[in-house]
């Protein structure tokens, strides 16, 4: 577990110990399948649908059915990911997909946002919470197929990326610490300040994921270096290197290229780092996480608030 | 459309045009998938649940969210079917996977399920239909991942084809005309019948789709006679051959073969109908159909009762 997350240690850890009940099942083969997904994980939906909880009237109980079904969603995107990217391995362990099948990996995927839904529909009372969590649900495969149908595009801008990304990641995590408050009982003047802070850290959190994929070694995310580049995934950094890079031409052409050796991949790596892209994602993410500081502003200093602070500047240095 | 539906037609073509509405999207991958998707189909799903209403207040605009959504999470399956069959066509035309791979076919799967969502989030006052339908889409995953994990395992009798076949098939059917009901304020004494009639009707749709896969011609159901032997599907009129046939060793050689070649398949199928496998498989099937005929006797004489047993005779001598 993230240090910053100390202050509700324990309340995470009844949570997590749920997720593991909730995955678990008499079939051998969706044992396996949940267990490798059950392990690692920064649990970070749930963390934040427990701080957003804080600023209502907090009781666990209410919230852990919530923070398990954000969990479970993002675990079958993780899936269907796996699918997409002929993924081996996440997190340093073998994929569903590499041990079991793409036959598999896609209906565990559903079973397992199947199961989401049990959780959300015990809150019956409160509409607010099956429909944006169903929203962010559907805008999330949207982001994702969005993602695979424009890969190898070199011809997406900026603002087609901040699409794709509020889509792909931004939407659940905004969800997660907005209903966290909702389930509890908070107001709009809480829970809409709270929507967008999720909104700004998970721009941002996708951001310094699209800028580690071409920094980070192996065995700090547990993926190759690259691999947006090999999948043809457009990122930030290289729409910016794009417009910039002294070797454009080059370097479009290695975006476009289906299959790269790697050699190919650390090439383009290099144009893109050489022109400054690095950098200037940085500051995109940067300034997301600003934003997200701001809306804090209009929330009550509760040590929840300080927990957001923190959040939000673990994203803006992170290395995994 | 299917003549047994003649009497619910302008609804179910009213249900038809809102299905097509919820799949329009801009992005033109998901537009050519759904439109592929929402090709054919007997639409059983959404004429169940019309027919189930006619039995409460019958409103349709209070029925057609669930009918839309039943066929939305059904076309979700279909889409995970194929990725998990390898199936190059459906219904004589090419599958999602076929054209877009693997990847796509997973995360629009997930979305048409999610798609789901947001129609029955609208029963929010009707806090068993998010219930039922949740629970009969992660029985049918289970359904389905069961069926994969036990994929040429011959060790499978009668009772774990039943409880497969329930998941997989039946509980949606069940759901769907139960729901129908429930949507439209009909009580216990009515909606608890047609939940057990649909049950039935689903194992025998299933046991029957079994049978067709072992006789049909391809023109009339759209793939290859022998698909589920091809992918080690262990069906009804298998399980019984297994103990009946003659040649009941080389019959489980076969049945454990991961690669069979067309002869082979062959082979296999004389076998299985050699034995009485196939008349016993439409005795079960049959046998299903009269218990589900019996449920009907607790409803009141409606014309939609009419249409419940046309469906059930339809199902009991389909050919596609």
Redesign the interface.
């Known amino acids: 577990m993230l240090d910053i997350f100390n202050g509700i240690r324990d309340d995470l850890l009844i949570v997590e110990e749920e997720l593991k009940q909730i995955l678990e099942?008499k079939?051998?083969?969706?044992e396996t399948s949940t267990s490798l997904l059950n392990a690692g994980g920064k649990r970070l939906r749930p963390a934040l649908s427990i701080l957003g909880a804080k600023f209502g009237n907090y009781d666990l109980e209410e919230i852990k059915p919530l923070a398990v079904a954000l969990e479970l969603v993002h675990m079958?995107?993780l899936?269907?990911d796996d699918?997409?990217?002929d993924s081996m391995t996440r997190r340093g362990a073998p994929t569903v997909k590499a041990i079991?099948g793409?036959?598999?990996?896609?209906?565990?995927?559903?079973?397992i946002?199947?199961?989401s839904?049990?959780l959300i529909?015990k809150y019956?009372d409160n509409?607010l919470i099956?429909?944006v969590s169903?929203?962010a649900?559907?805008k999330?495969?949207?982001g994702?197929?969005?993602q695979?149908?424009t890969s190898f595009d070199s011809g997406q801008g900026v603002k087609d990326y901040f699409i794709r990304v509020k889509r792909k990641t931004a939407l659940l995590i905004s969800a997660s610490v907005q209903l966290g408050a909702v389930a509890c009982g908070a107001g709009r003047n809480i829970h809409l300040p709270l929507r967008r802070y999720g909104n700004c850290i998970g721009m941002a959190f996708q951001i310094t994921d699209d800028i580690l994929d071409l920094e980070a070694d192996q065995k700090d995310i547990g993926k190759p270096v690259g691999s947006d580049l090999r999948q043809g995934i457009i990122t930030l950094p290289l729409i910016y290197a794009f417009g910039k890079s002294g070797q454009r031409d080059r370097l479009l052409e290695l975006a476009r290229q289906v299959e790269k050796d790697e050699g190919e991949v650390q090439e383009a790596i290099e144009l893109i780092r050489d022109c400054g892209a690095i950098d200037y994602s940085f500051k995109v993410a940067r300034k997301y996480i600003e934003k997200s500081k701001r809306e804090l502003t209009f929330l009550p200093d509760l040590p929840a608030k300080k927990t957001l602070y923190d959040i939000a500047d673990f994203i803006d240095v992170r290395k995994y």
């Open positions: 099942t079939n051998p083969l969706l079958a995107s899936i269907h699918v997409v990217d079991w793409n036959g598999i990996s896609a209906n565990i995927g559903m079973y946002f199947a199961k839904l049990t529909a019956e509409p099956s429909k169903a929203h649900s559907i999330m495969c949207e994702e197929i969005q695979i149908s």
